[in-house]
């Protein structure tokens, strides 16, 4: 099972990126995708997160407002559109499968599968 995360990259505080995260075919059953990053010296924090079968959505509270997850069932894919960058929002982004649970999980460990990451810095 292979995720594969893209879009990262510099920009400046206000500006905008869209990431992409795909998931290999042979996960068959998604139960949600989520978002998480990990900035120098930090832990690896959650971002957003959505429910594969209802859509749901859930944010932490320094994104939320700003950032848009959404997913295409059908590619497999989940995207996190990041607007109002901020300089406190550098970090390595990874995208994040769950097969096993219900709704979507803003824990770390309810994830079996995890993409390589994906650079995003946001210059003041």
């Known amino acids: 099972v292979q995720l594969q995360a893209s879009g990262g990259g510099l920009v400046q505080s206000g500006g905008s990126l869209r990431l992409s995260c795909a998931a290999s075919t042979r996960i068959f059953s998604i139960a949600s995708m989520g978002w998480f990053r990990q900035a120098p010296a930090m832990e690896r924090e959650f971002v957003a997160a959505?429910?594969?079968?209802?859509?749901?959505?859930g944010y932490s509270d320094s994104v939320k407002g700003r950032f848009t997850i959404s997913r295409d069932n059908a590619k497999n894919m989940v995207f996190l559109q990041m607007n109002g960058l901020k300089p406190e929002d550098t970090g390595v982004y990874y995208c994040a499968a769950d097969t096993y649970g219900v709704g979507f999980s803003r824990s770390l460990s309810s994830y079996e599968y995890w993409g390589q990451g994906t650079l995003v810095t946001v210059s003041s």
């Open positions: 959505i429910s594969w079968n209802s859509g749901n959505t």
